[in-house]
C-alpha cells in the first residue's frame, strides 16, 4: 500500500498546477485579460468555408488605352505593296518646295505628340496601311492644291463604304468643328471627291492593305498649299491644326469609349 504514496504524489504534484492553470484559464474568461484567441490558419491555407478572401480582390484591369492610327499621306508611296503598284506615282501636290507628304508629316507628327500625351497608344503611318487594319480610329491627313489662290479651307469625309455611317458621320463631325475652331479655316463641304470618300485605303473590298471596316475612319484635307494664308499656317504653326484634329479624335473616343 505505501507504495502507491509516492505515485499519487507524484500525480499531485503534477496536478496541482495544472488544475491551477485550468482554473484560471476558466476564471480568465470574462476577465480583463482575454484568452488569445485560436491560432490564425496559415495564410496561404485554403480556407474551408467560403468566407471572402482576406486579401483585397484585384481591382479591375483598365481598359487597354486607345489605339489611334494617323496617316500621313503620301508619305512612302513609292513603297507602296503590289496590290497598290498603281498608286506609287501618286505623291501628292506641291507648292514650291513645299511636298505634300512632307506637311502631312508635319501635322501628323504634333498630332500623335499630343495624343500620346493623353495616353494614347498612336501609330503614325506611311501611304501603306498595315492589312486589314484595326484600331479604335484612322484619320488621313492630306493637304490640297488648286489652279486658283484664293481657294481657302479643309474638308472632312468618311468611306463610302463604311459598315456603320451613323459612328463615322460622327466622327466627321467632331473633326469638323475642332479643326474649325482650332484653324479658322471654312470648311468646303461641297468639294468633297470620290478620292476622298473612296479612298484606297477605305476600300477593304479591293485591297489587303486597307483599315478594317470594324475601325471608324475619316479623311481630312486640312487646307490648299496653293492658298498663302492656308500654306503658312499649316507649315509656320502645323500645332494648330495638330491641336484642331487632335481635339477631334478626343471628342471622338471620347464620346465612343464603350464602343471598344
Ligand atoms: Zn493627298
Known amino acids: ?50 468566407t471572402p478572401s482576406p486579401f483585397p480582390s484585384p481591382t479591375p484591369a483598365p481598359l487597354p488605352a486607345p489605339h489611334v492610327g494617323i496617316q500621313a499621306g503620301h508619305w512612302l508611296t513609292r513603297y507602296l505593296p503590289d496590290e497598290l503598284s498603281a498608286l506609287r506615282t501618286m505623291v501628292g501636290v506641291k507648292v514650291g518646295d513645299w511636298e ?7 501635322v501628323a507628327e504634333r498630332v500623335a505628340d499630343i495624343l500620346v500625351r493623353e495616353g494614347i497608344d498612336v501609330d503614325v503611318l506611311p501611304a501603306t496601311v498595315p492589312e486589314g487594319y484595326k484600331a479604335d ?30 459612328r463615322d458621320d460622327s466622327l466627321v463631325q467632331r473633326l469638323i468643328g475642332d479643326y474649325q475652331a482650332a484653324t479658322g479655316l471654312p470648311e468646303h463641304r461641297d468639294t ?62 471620347g464620346n465612343h469609349s464603350g464602343d471598344r
Open 1 to 50: 500500500m505505501e507504495s502507491k504514496a509516492p505515485f499519487y504524489t507524484l500525480i499531485a504534484i503534477v496536478a496541482a498546477p495544472l488544475a491551477a492553470a485550468i482554473a484560471l484559464g476558466l476564471a480568465a474568461v470574462g476577465g480583463p485579460t482575454p484568452m488569445p484567441g485560436p491560432t490564425p490558419p496559415p495564410i496561404l491555407a485554403p480556407s474551408p468555408d467560403p
Open 137 to 166: 480610329l484612322f484619320l488621313s491627313l492630306h493637304t490640297d492644291a488648286w489652279k486658283d489662290p484664293e481657294m481657302s479651307g479643309f474638308k472632312v469625309a468618311r468611306s463610302d463604304w463604311s459598315r456603320d455611317p451613323a
Open 100 to 106: 505634300e507628304a512632307r506637311v502631312n508629316m508635319g
Open 192 to 253: 468633297i471627291t470620290d478620292n476622298m470618300t473612296q479612298y484606297y485605303a477605305f476600300d477593304y473590298k479591293k485591297y489587303r492593305h486597307a483599315v478594317s471596316p470594324s475601325t471608324p475612319a475619316a479623311i481630312i484635307e486640312m487646307g490648299f498649299l496653293s492658298n498663302d494664308g492656308d500654306l503658312r499656317l499649316l507649315t509656320q504653326q502645323p500645332e494648330r491644326a495638330a491641336l484642331g484634329i487632335a481635339r477631334g479624335v478626343l471628342d471622338f473616343l
